[in-house]
């Protein structure tokens, strides 16, 4: 019940308005988000970076609804690029995007161009990037991009969402690649989705042997204990070296876990978002949290 009232509060555009400039509102954001601009995203990168932790970098500007906007987005993520590589942090920090960002609402031939404008940045910065995953309607454009863009950069990743019925094939196609799995985020219909958590968590499994058995690079993108430590189990039943595949948290997301897996020798990546339009993204961390009302809470009577 509350998960569902906060992500409804997630897609309110008033309560964007009033948390977004209320002092509490930035409080509770500085926990999930890095800040405003490219500065704050470098900056707490290097920290991360310091305390042996990669980075994926991901913008969160305002809802792509131009073309102008969609160009504007690839500036931006230009801009971290060169930033990243200025300070030295393009061995540690890649960066994230979305097709959406990239006006795939406007133009979809539009959206895979600047894509291919933003890996050849990365490649010039020294680093790479990974591609989002969206709604299921798009799931073939995303895997088709990615395709097409690992031909000039064969490093590009691709986030693969275990609780769609069809991601265990997808992950043996995609086994060579960079890929990252994840849970899934959007709300997605039973013919296409697995609806309970069990059913979610046991396909998360069978994606991961699939992508584990392969050659490519295995991303696992969980804060679940049990699956991390099923991952743990299986890389080692797998032959898979420190650094054949790694672990990838959210900012802010148990960051102890993230401390001891670093700890332990694993390589782990923080999904590490900035900008000024964080609302939505918050709010929808806070749906994921147990105990994200009494944490609301304390963020109210605190400020
Ligand atoms: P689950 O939500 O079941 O949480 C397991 C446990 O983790 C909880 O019981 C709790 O202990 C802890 N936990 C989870 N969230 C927490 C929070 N906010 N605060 C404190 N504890 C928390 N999705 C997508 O559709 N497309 C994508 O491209 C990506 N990309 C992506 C990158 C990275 C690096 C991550 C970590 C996640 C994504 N996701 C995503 C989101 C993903 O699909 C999923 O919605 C969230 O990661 C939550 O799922 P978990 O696997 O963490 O499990």
């Known amino acids: 019940m509350l998960r569902s009232a906060i992500l409804a509060a997630s897609r309110s555009a008033r309560l964007e308005s009033l948390v977004s400039k209320a002092p509490f509102g ?3 954001a500085r926990r999930f988000v890095a800040g405003d601009g490219v500065a704050d995203a470098v900056r707490v990168a290097a920290e991360l970076a310091a305390d042996g932790l990669s980075t994926t970098v991901e913008y969160l500007g305002a809802p792509t609804t131009t073309e102008a906007h969609a160009h504007a987005v690839r500036d931006e993520y230009g801009r971290l690029l060169r930033r990243i590589a200025e300070a030295g942090l393009a061995d ?7 097709l959406s960002a990239l006006g795939r609402d406007v133009d979809e031939r539009l959206a895979r161009e600047l894509a291919r404008d933003v890996c050849a940045a990365a490649a010039d910065a020294g680093t790479t ?3 989002d995953m969206e709604e299921s309607a798009t799931t073939d454009l995303v895997i088709d991009t990615v395709e097409k863009l690992r031909g000039d950069h064969p490093s590009t990743g691709v986030a693969l969402q275990a609780y769609l019925r069809r991601t265990e094939a997808d992950c043996r196609e995609l086994a060579g690649a ?3 799995l994840c849970k899934g985020a959007y709300p997605e219909p039973e013919s296409v989705a697995w609806q309970t958590a069990l059913e979610v968590d046991k396909s998360f499994v069978r994606c991961l042997n699939a992508l584990l058995a392969g050659p490519g690079y295995p991303m696992v993108a969980t804060h679940d204990a049990r699956l991390i430590a099923i991952a743990e189990d299986r890389a080692r039943w797998f032959d898979r070296a ?3 595949f790694e672990f990838q948290l959210l900012y802010g997301v148990r960051p102890a876990e993230q ?3 670093a700890a ?3 390589t782990v990546r923080v999904y590490l978002p900035y900008g000024t339009h964080w609302y939505g993204y918050l709010a929808r961390r806070l749906a994921e949290r147990p105990g994200s009302a009494a944490f609301l809470g304390r963020a109210l009577t605190n400020r």
Do not use: M, N, P
Request: aromatic share 0%; glycine share 8%.
């Open 242 to 244: 420190a650094g054949e």
């Open 264 to 266: 332990d020798g694993h």
């Open 92 to 98: 540690s920090a890649e960066v994230s995007v979305k």
């Open 178 to 180: 960079r890929v990252r």
């Open 26 to 28: 930035r409080d509770v």
């Open 129 to 131: 990037v990974t591609v």
């Open 259 to 261: 401390a001891r897996l």
